[in-house]
């Protein structure tokens, strides 16, 4: 009970999140020769890649509210010209564009292209095929997501930070001890379950369990209370003793009473010759 108490109490209070700008800023931007094929396939993409990437995406409506009507006119004049896009990524402010192009040649092929803004370089480029009227999957656009960008946008992480007023305390995750109090906030992967120990000698060990949730900042305040010996009693303390010595007492007031309280006629008298 008093777990699950801690859990619910970080969840309402502890969780803030990640400063953006700690993230790789990368525009989506879709560019159609003429055709209708694939609608808002810019959105779901760019849904995915928030959803599954530590990447900080700027969308199509983002852009159109930061350009206006720029915008699209500049999409329509760069077409594949890379450079032209790379100028349209620093105008966005972002240091990489997913360039989606979409055409037709009897199937649908869809190409995507990661270019580096600062280089005006393609470091990553995914192509596929699919019938007309035919949705492209979820799957399907995560495979090409994962072919044009590197194996570390999609690893996503949350931080922790375990605050104590008990200097000196050792702090493990998963039984692996990440230093002493006062401590950093940590990163680590998410999302996952911890299980979270602050320790030290002379103290009762803080233990909980927690969810981390991408880009989560999770203050946990660990709360060490000494640990209070039980004394032991000395030898006139202990209760046995007392009740002896009541015993006794009451033995020895019983007999005192009983004999001044016999009457004078039942005392006898022994008269000798």
Request: glycine share 6%.
């Amino acid at each position: 009970m008093n777990s699950l108490l801690i859990f619910c109490t970080l969840l309402l209070n502890n969780f803030t999140a990640v400063p953006k700008h700690q993230k790789t800023k990368v525009a989506v931007v879709e560019y159609r020769a003429g055709i209708s094929e694939q609608p808002n396939l810019t959105n779901r993409i760019s849904s995915l890649l928030k959803k599954k990437s530590n990447l900080k995406i700027i969308t199509r409506n983002d852009a159109r509210r930061q350009m206006g009507s720029k915008f699209d006119s500049i999409v329509s004049q760069c077409q594949n010209n890379t450079t032209c896009f790379s100028k349209l990524g620093k105008k966005l402010n972002v240091q990489e564009v997913l360039l989606v192009g979409i055409t037709e040649f009897g199937t649908v092929l869809i190409n995507m292209k990661r270019i580096i803004v600062k280089t005006s370089k393609i470091k990553g480029t995914s192509d596929i095929d699919i019938k007309k009227h035919e949705r492209i999957s979820r799957l399907q656009i995560f495979g090409m997501l994962k072919t044009v960008f590197p194996q570390k946008y999609f690893i996503q992480k949350g931080m922790v930070h375990i605050i104590s007023e008990t200097k000196g305390a050792g702090v493990f995750i998963d039984n692996k001890k990440q230093g002493q109090t006062p401590i950093k906030p940590i990163n680590l992967i998410a999302p996952r379950s911890y299980s979270i120990k602050v320790t030290k000698k002379k103290f009762n060990p803080f233990e909980v369990s927690i969810d981390l949730a991408p880009d989560a900042l999770l203050r946990i305040n660990a709360q060490l209370t000494p640990i209070i010996k039980h004394q032991p009693s000395k030898w006139y303390e202990k209760w046995w003793v007392w009740s002896i010595a009541g015993a006794i007492l009451l033995g020895t007031t019983a007999g005192t009473l009983y004999y001044f309280n016999q009457p004078a006629d039942e005392v006898p008298v022994y008269l000798h010759p």
